[in-house]
């Protein structure tokens, strides 16, 4: 099946600093990924849909100027957490979908997540 | 605006038993609809998926969903769980009338399965 890494698994960091968290598709292109966020025994919340070559488009409420996407490729995506807080300790968790697999209605395949802690 | 509503947070069950992880959605469209399954330390997984075919949906592991347009619910059962078994699921609808087809998490429901 489809196989989405997240790098870093876990990461702490000092408040103040930036965190980038690298998503990427190893086995398929993927010309939509995803991030979400995750808080302890919640749901997963989309955070922002990032397109190959575009700008991402975020959800009512995110910080576009915290939370920096860039599709870099066909296969790459990261999240950088800027000037971070501890309130954006959380659990973040990209998708990524395959794109022949029929446009908005294919399968989102998901990373493993990573783990932020701001201390 | 769809959404979907997973009415129990907690589901306890014998090694053996059956499994039912009840879920009730809201849509405007044709609802696709998924059953993810979260392991600790692990990704999500996708258990199965309704995309308007066929109403009962199988999906790996032994699961299976029927689609109640009738009832707006797309339960997820199991004739017999297993200790494997144990782990956080998600019901998910898309957003497919938005230009990105995104999805929609229900809150999630923890499977403890008892030996």
């Known amino acids: 099946g489809a196989v989405v890494s997240q790098h870093p698994s876990r990461v702490i960091c000092k408040s103040g600093t930036s965190v980038k968290i690298e998503c990427r598709s190893l086995d398929f292109q993927a010309t939509t990924m995803f991030w979400y966020r995750q808080f302890p025994k919640q749901s997963l919340m989309l955070m922002a849909t990032s397109n190959e070559g575009s700008k991402a488009t975020y959800e009512q409420g995110v910080e576009k100027d915290k939370f920096l996407i860039n599709h870099a490729s066909l296969t790459l995506s990261t999240l950088t957490v800027t000037s971070a807080h501890p309130e954006d300790s959380s659990f973040y968790i990209c998708s990524a979908r395959d794109r022949r697999s029929g446009g908005v209605s294919g399968t989102q395949y998901f990373g493993p997540g990573t783990r932020l802690t701001v201390l | 605006a769809q959404s979907v509503t997973q009415l129990d947070s907690h589901v306890s069950v014998s090694e053996g038993t059956p499994v039912l992880l009840r879920c009730n959605y809201s849509s405007s469209y044709s609802p696709s609809l998924f059953w993810y399954v979260q392991h600790p330390n692990k990704g999500l997984q996708l258990l199965l998926k309704y995309t308007s075919a066929a109403t009962l949906v199988k999906g790996i592991n032994g699961f299976e969903a029927e689609f109640k347009k009738s009832e707006t619910s797309f339960h997820l059962t199991k004739p017999s769980a297993h200790m494997s078994d144990a782990a956080e699921y998600f019901c998910?609808?898309?957003?497919?009338?938005?230009?990105?087809?995104?999805?929609?998490f229900g809150k999630g429901t923890k499977l403890s399965v008892k030996p």
């Open positions: 998910v609808v898309s957003d497919y009338g938005g230009s990105q087809g995104n999805l929609i």
